[in-house]
Nanobody, 123 residues
Framework: QVQLVESGGGLVQAGDSLRLSCAAS????????MGWFRQAPGKEREFVAS????????HYAESVKGRFTISRDNAKNTVYLQMGSLKPDDTAVYYC????????????????WGQGTQVTVSS
C-alpha cells in the first residue's frame, strides 16, 4: 500500500513555471510506476505524464510535451512534475498516481491516488 500527497500547486501567470511534488509513504516506492493526471472543471481526468521505476522511461501527453518534465527521486520517495511555459489551458487539479501494472496513460490502470493540488494559470 502506498499513500500519495501532492504539493506545489498555486496561481501563476501564463508563461510561468511551477514544480509539483508528490511524496509517497511506504518502503516500496521504487517498485511503482508513477503518473501525473489532471482534471479541469467539467472535463474528464486526462493523462499528463508517467515514469517507470528507475526514471529511465518517460511518457508525456502531446499537449505538454516539451513543456513539462516528470522525474523521480527514489531515495526521497518523491515524484516531480516540472511545468514550464504554462498556459491557461493547463489550469486543473493535478493528481499523482501509482501503479505496479506497468507504464500506462490510462487512469484505470493506476491503483493509488493522491488528493490533488490545484494549478491555476491566468492569462
Amino acid at each position: 500500500q502506498v499513500q500519495l500527497v501532492e504539493s506545489g500547486g498555486g496561481l501563476v501567470q501564463a508563461g510561468d513555471s511551477l514544480r509539483l511534488s508528490c511524496a509517497a509513504s511506504g518502503r516500496t516506492f521504487s517498485s511503482y510506476v508513477m503518473g501525473w493526471f489532471r482534471q479541469a472543471p467539467g472535463k474528464e481526468r486526462e493523462f499528463v505524464a508517467s515514469i517507470n521505476w528507475s526514471g529511465s522511461i518517460k511518457h508525456y501527453a502531446e499537449s505538454v510535451k516539451g513543456r513539462f518534465t516528470i522525474s523521480r527521486d527514489n531515495a526521497k520517495n518523491t515524484v516531480y512534475l516540472q511545468m514550464g511555459s504554462l498556459k491557461p489551458d493547463d489550469t486543473a487539479v493535478y493528481y499523482c498516481a501509482a501503479t505496479r501494472r506497468g507504464l500506462s496513460s490510462s487512469s484505470s490502470e493506476y491503483e493509488h491516488w493522491g488528493q490533488g493540488t490545484q494549478v491555476t494559470v491566468s492569462s
